[in-house]
């Protein structure tokens, strides 16, 4: 069984991939713009929100 966890670090990993694809290939952006983007999505954003969770015991 996948814990909740599991699921929104995974849909926000596939989210920052998708933006980090498109700010590469679709935009005229810096690098670290796009690091900041893997990075802010990727890593940043599901700790936060699991966090957030975890204090208000949403299930």
Do not use: C, H, Q, W
């Not at 926000?12 to 700010?23: D, E, M």
């Amino acid at each position: 069984m996948v814990s909740r966890e599991n699921k929104i670090v995974g849909g926000f990993i596939i989210v920052a991939l998708v933006l980090g694809y498109a700010s590469t290939m679709l935009t005229d952006v810096p690098s670290t713009v796009t690091l900041a983007i893997l990075l802010g999505v990727g890593v940043i954003a599901p700790m936060l929100v699991t966090n957030y969770l975890d204090r208000t015991g949403a299930a």
